[in-house]
């Protein structure tokens, strides 16, 4: 869908068409194009006009709409396989790197593929919430769904329907019946490192596993970004697991060697024994001096080597901040 302004008339003035995150272009009716690319860079209406959704001027956003519903509706499919499909015919998701069986679901529920642009149907609203009829204190600050009843509808189309209706509520009718599995992250004390582990690739968030009586898989932690998107993690992680006492124990035996010269330090320093503290604060300004000239390596390293220029240019920008502390 595109973003359209209408006067109050009900003349198309122009119209928004998002080409990527952060990335839309202004289209007027006689084909004129003007870019407001940018964080919340959003072409602004006048006080008498009004934005509505409408099908996309990009007929290939149609096509692959329309394909979806097809392929779910006729086909022995499930919507992560018609996600596989689509990111190997390489169709575009506009906002995010590849498709997800979330984002298949989303789109298979949208009644705006009916003509009827539903509103408030997931509220984000960081103070102010529309629910149970009346406007209210928000509960809290995430995305949060919204009963029907308080869904805004258009009592009647407001264009012709993308999918026909027959075809909407068979799919709607699939997913219904589909078992559904919810995949939860375990929240227990024994995985205890869940939010401190970054992959080493990617930077994300390493996601915790039970483990796995059946094959013997011990409880650990995996890359996030491989968990959602698998072999076409979009930074090329691979699965990357890690067991969980494996890492315990490494941390166990940092805290054990580091902890009693904290103790010495923090001992020396309410004492104000400079002698005492004097060589644990010669040792840290070694440390950090020897990681902060290790950055300025690692930039002459990628101007040689490294392939890629985005990849140079953000090593060499991350060692120049660095240099900047160091100096």
């Known amino acids: 869908m595109d973003i359209v302004c209408f006067d109050v008339e009900g003349k198309e003035q122009w119209r928004c068409v998002y080409e990527g995150h952060n990335k839309r272009v202004r289209v007027y009716p006689e084909g004129r194009r003007e870019r407001f690319d940018g964080k919340r860079n959003v072409p602004p209406k006048a006080l008498h006009e009004t934005l509505k959704y409408r099908p996309s001027i990009v007929a290939e956003r149609i096509k692959y709409v329309k394909r979806i519903f097809k392929w779910f509706t006729t086909e022995s499919i499930s919507a992560g396989q018609i996600a596989v499909r689509l990111n190997d015919l390489g169709v575009s998701t506009v906002y995010g790197p590849l498709w997800h069986q979330n984002t298949i679901k989303h789109l298979l ?3 705006v593929y009916l003509g009827r642009p539903t509103y408030n149907k997931e509220s984000g609203g960081r103070f102010m919430e529309f629910s149970n009829g009346q406007v209210r204190t928000a509960a809290r600050k995430t995305d949060r769904p919204r009963d029907k009843a308080d869904q805004i509808a258009p009592d009647k189309e407001e264009f012709p329907p993308v999918v026909a209706p027959e075809v909407f509520e068979k799919a709607r009718a699939k997913l219904a019946a589909t ?6 992250a375990p929240k227990n004390a024994h995985l205890w490192l869940k939010g401190l582990l970054v992959c080493s690739r990617c930077g994300k968030p390493m996601r915790a596993q039970s483990g796995n009586e059946r094959n013997g898989l011990a409880p650990g932690y995996i890359c996030a970004e491989y968990g959602r998107w ?3 993690a979009p930074h090329g992680c691979g699965h990357f697991r890690v067991e969980h006492d494996l890492v315990e124990t ?3 035996d940092y805290l054990a060697e580091v902890v009693p010269q904290l103790q010495t330090f923090v001992d020396a320093t309410d004492a104000n024994d400079l002698e005492t503290a004097r060589p644990l604060l010669k040792a840290l300004f ?3 001096r020897d ?3 290790a950055w300025l390596d690692m930039a002459v390293f990628s101007e040689r080597c490294l392939p890629s220029k985005a990849h140079r240019k953000a090593v060499k920008k991350m060692s120049v901040e660095r240099l900047y502390d160091v100096l």
């Open 250 to 252: 490494l941390v166990r």
């Open 230 to 232: 698998g072999s076409r």
């Open 179 to 184: 078992k559904k599995r919810v995949y939860r």
């Open 291 to 293: 990681l902060d000239f």
């Open 286 to 288: 070694e440390t950090k």
């Open 109 to 111: 529920t949208n009644p």
